[in-house]
């Protein structure tokens, strides 16, 4: 990451020059250079994130702040919900995985921003 930031911080230079001389297509090609090198790395950075994530699978009981109202669904109701904090054995560790869809049978209303403590068996699915 110090050489991709190193390397940004010469290409920006070499462009603020090339666009103080009226070289503006040189400007326009390091901007663009600078702005690909940038987002691939942030990139690479979300993507290792996303393989650390630990999500635990089948019945859990977690503490989580709700981002949707819930809507209807098959007889149920759903919604989506930011866990904090996930039980394990008597204790509470972070959760440090990505937001979850909740489904609730029998439907139940809940409300954005509330806090609920939710059991139930969590699985993973592409959505």
Same mark, same amino acid.
């Not at 290792?48 to 007889?75: H, K």
């Given at each position: 990451?110090?050489?991709?930031?190193?390397?940004?911080?010469?290409?920006?230079?070499?462009?603020?020059?090339?666009?103080?001389?009226?070289?503006?297509?040189?400007?326009?090609?390091?901007?663009?250079?600078?702005?690909?090198?940038?987002?691939?790395?942030?990139?690479?950075?979300?993507?290792?994130?996303?393989?650390?994530?630990?999500?635990?699978?089948?019945?859990?009981?977690?503490?989580?702040? $709700?981002?949707?109202? #819930?809507?209807?669904?098959? +007889?149920?109701?759903?919604? /989506?919900?930011?866990?904090? @904090?996930?039980?394990? =054995?008597?204790?509470?560790?972070?959760?440090?995985?990505?937001?979850?869809?909740?489904? $609730?049978?029998?439907? #139940?209303?809940?409300?954005? +921003?509330?806090?609920?403590? /939710?059991?139930?068996?969590? @699985?993973?699915?592409? =959505?």
């Amino acid at each position: 990451m110090p050489t991709l930031v190193a390397g940004a911080i010469v290409l920006l230079m070499l462009g603020i020059a090339c666009a103080a001389k009226g070289r503006g297509v040189l400007a326009l090609a390091a901007a663009m250079l600078v702005v690909g090198s940038v987002s691939g790395q942030l990139a690479t950075v979300r993507s290792s994130a996303t393989r650390e994530a630990q999500i635990p699978v089948g019945t859990v009981t977690m503490l989580m702040r $709700v981002t949707t109202d #819930a809507q209807p669904y098959f +007889g149920s109701r759903r919604f /989506v919900a930011v866990p904090s @904090a996930v039980a394990d =054995g008597g204790e509470w560790r972070d959760w440090r995985g990505p937001p979850i869809e909740v489904h $609730v049978d029998p439907p #139940a209303d809940v409300s954005v +921003g509330e806090y609920l403590v /939710v059991s139930g068996d969590l @699985a993973a699915r592409l =959505g």
